[in-house]
């Protein structure tokens, strides 16, 4: 099985005032990496696309997609593929790449789409997959605001349907926020978060989808979710499940 994984990395620009003196200093970090070490444990193969590559590694035609058996999206807002480079600063028309995502899931490609600050709607909305090709494809609906809710107390999701993904899974783990949406009257949700979803799967024409309302990685995906003995027996198994064909 072969996965493009696309997000979860970030630059942090920070200030240090010391009295009267300032100086800045800036790291890259991303948050896949355990995640993406667990499923290639487990034979799945996975091309990862870091979010500030996007512009230049992201496949432009469907044939190229095609190679793939899944596309993972995490924490990585629509503007970063909306925005090209060569339509913003040279008015160059370009393809569109979730519309090429969109014709991927129709045609049999899964789509996941993992809970984070850019995922779904997002903080301040900034996400904004609900006005994209995208809010077709996904099997819940988006809110049109700030679609977070945050748990700094800690809350233990449930398991409400067994399928294959969420088989003896046992108890959750702890988590510290999700993103809220409902499911499509046509979805199936197999676990709730402080009583809404947290998992949600379906279909999109010949494809498999799913959405995941929390992090695959702190800061709302705990340490405890993180070590759980089940989290790599649970992401291969969704990964998995996305990407087959029926």
Known sequence: MKILFVGESWVIHMIHTKGFDSFTSTKYEEGATYLLQCLREEGIAITYIPSHEVQLRFPSTLEELKSFDAIVLSDIGSNTFLLRNATFYDMKVEPNPLELIKAFVRQGGGLLMIGGYLSFTGIDGKANYKNTSLADVLPVELMGTDDRVEMPQGVYPETVKERIVTNDLGKWPLFLGYNKFTPKKDADVLATIAGDPLLVTGRYGEGNTACFASD????????????????????????????KKR
Do not use: D, I
Not at 223 to 241: H, P
């Open 216 to 243: 695959c990685a702190p800061h709302w995906g705990s340490k405890e979710f993180v070590t759980w003995k089940n989290y790599k027996m649970f992401w291969s198994r969704l990964v998995q499940f996305v990407g």
